[in-house]
């Protein structure tokens, strides 16, 4: 079975810190696609990223980041110079396909607060 | 604004009441589904519909009944719910269920509290 594990519950930083966000995940599949989403107090999650299996090099966006490290199963995710509206819940998602499905795993959330 | 929206986003209800949960995606997609979302608790997947044919029921309690008229509307009948039903339900859609490359479009969810 499928699992994601996003240790850190709640994080808070002041504005222009630096951040890291850390997932590690399981699976048995050798193809998969990992995933960040990010939740703010409006309720939806939005799209922030997908990684492939096979694609290990590291991506910027302007202030985000990402680390996809094969060998220890983890997918980080930095935020540079945060800012108070990056202030929500962030989840890593692992999926899989499962009988006529792909189902996605995700983690319990880390709740990141960003002060002035 | 995901292209997909849920309506409403608040919702009390009594635990012999019936209500109903509205989802509707404009993103051209043919894969619905629900999540509920409970404090400190990953997502749960709730059910999957593909091309309107349910595909997937994560062994949901039957006073949670969904229903997909078409690939664009989703709802979910609520019944003599309990009040550990209370959470938030979220609303998404994809191009296809059977995917794992896409992602999955959200809605802002409703927030249900059962008294």
């Known amino acids: 079975a499928q699992k994601v594990t996003q240790a850190q519950t709640e994080i808070s930083v002041v504005e222009k810190e630096d951040v890291t966000l850390d997932c590690v995940y399981e699976t048995r599949d050798t193809t998969y696609y990992l995933f960040w989403y990010k939740q703010p107090p409006s309720g939806e999650l939005v799209f922030l990223i997908r990684r492939n299996s096979f694609d290990e090099q590291n991506e910027i966006s302007g202030r985000y980041s990402w680390n996809f490290q094969k060998s220890t199963s983890s997918f980080n995710f930095t935020i540079t110079a945060s800012q108070v509206v990056d202030s929500a819940v962030y989840f890593c998602a692992l999926s899989e396909v499962t009988g006529a499905n792909s189902k996605l795993t995700f983690g319990k959330g880390i709740t990141l607060s960003v002060r002035p | 604004e995901t292209g997909v929206t849920q309506t409403p986003r608040h919702l009390v209800m009594g635990m012999t009441n019936k209500k109903s949960l509205k989802c509707e995606q404009h993103?051209?997609?043919?894969?619905m589904y629900w999540y509920k979302q409970s404090a400190k608790k990953p997502l749960e997947l709730m059910f999957v519909y593909n091309f309107k044919e349910q595909t997937e029921n994560n062994s949901v309690p039957s006073r949670f009944s969904p229903e997909c008229p078409n690939s664009s509307h989703l709802f979910l009948h609520l019944h003599t719910l309990q009040p550990e039903d209370s959470a938030l339900y979220l609303c998404?859609?994809?191009?296809?269920?059977?995917?794992?490359?896409?992602?999955?479009?959200f809605g802002p969810g409703t927030r249900l509290t059962v008294l």
């Open positions: 998404a859609s994809s191009p296809h269920s059977a995917s794992s490359y896409n992602e999955q479009f």
């Open positions: 993103l051209g997609h043919n894969a």
